[in-house]
């Protein structure tokens, strides 16, 4: 596996292979669209985080984060499994992030969800082991494994900025799902961590040029 994404000069060196394998990158890397490097905390504070955040406002994902941290004492898989659904659900937590987190945290004292060993394996198959705790989707596992840990290959193709993105740097006469992006990146190992950054940061760009507000 390639050198973590903790620093610039990591984050060039992914640049520049990806500028060497895709005429396409490499334009949008010459055009300036170049990603910043963004870490979150590994471990289970990090993926409980992420799990906290989908599908909700950035600014209500803190909010229960910070309602959350204030009863968790410390952020711990054991902290969190000592307290009542009835005590996260006042935290601002639904039904559904509850029993993810719970199980997240049982996997992890367990054993069967190693977190501190993911970042030793190939993306793919620390991906595979993150996707077998219940409620623990493709998204996430990938967002956890490219912001909380660093893994230069992880690659969130199912997130939709990434396919729309891709969709337009590319030209394509549709926007490509989870499957066909897939596919596509396979010409972006062992740095499709990156490229998804890259197209993240076009995206942003693509979208301010049309206009339109970015979510």
């Not at 010459?30 to 990090?46: H, I, N, Q, S, Y």
């Amino acid at each position: 596996m390639a050198t973590l994404l903790e620093t610039e000069a990591v984050l060039k060196r992914g640049l520049k292979a990806l500028a060497e394998a895709d005429p396409v990158m490499a334009g949008l890397v010459a055009d300036g669209v170049t990603p910043k490097l963004r870490k979150r905390p590994p471990g289970f504070e990090g993926l409980a985080w992420i799990i906290v955040g989908q599908q909700v406002s950035t600014a209500s994902a803190a909010a229960i984060w910070g309602r959350l941290r204030m009863i968790l004492d410390p952020p711990s898989p054991e902290s969190f499994l000592s307290l009542s659904d009835e005590e996260l659900r006042t935290a601002g937590l639904s039904a559904m992030k509850v029993r993810t987190i719970r199980a997240t945290a049982t996997a992890i004292v367990e054993g069967s969800l190693p977190l501190d060993r993911l970042h030793e394996l190939p993306a793919d198959e620390a991906h595979n082991i993150l996707t077998q705790v219940k409620g623990i989707g493709p998204w996430t596992a990938d967002i956890y494994l490219l912001f909380c840990l660093g893994h230069p290959d992880a690659f969130p193709g199912g997130d939709l900025a990434v396919q729309e993105a891709a969709r337009i740097a590319y030209g394509l006469d549709v926007r490509p799902d989870a499957r066909a992006l897939a596919d596509l990146a396979e010409r972006w190992r062992p740095w499709r961590g990156v490229a998804a950054k890259v197209l993240w940061a076009y995206y942003r760009v693509a979208k301010a040029r049309e206009g339109s507000p970015v979510t």
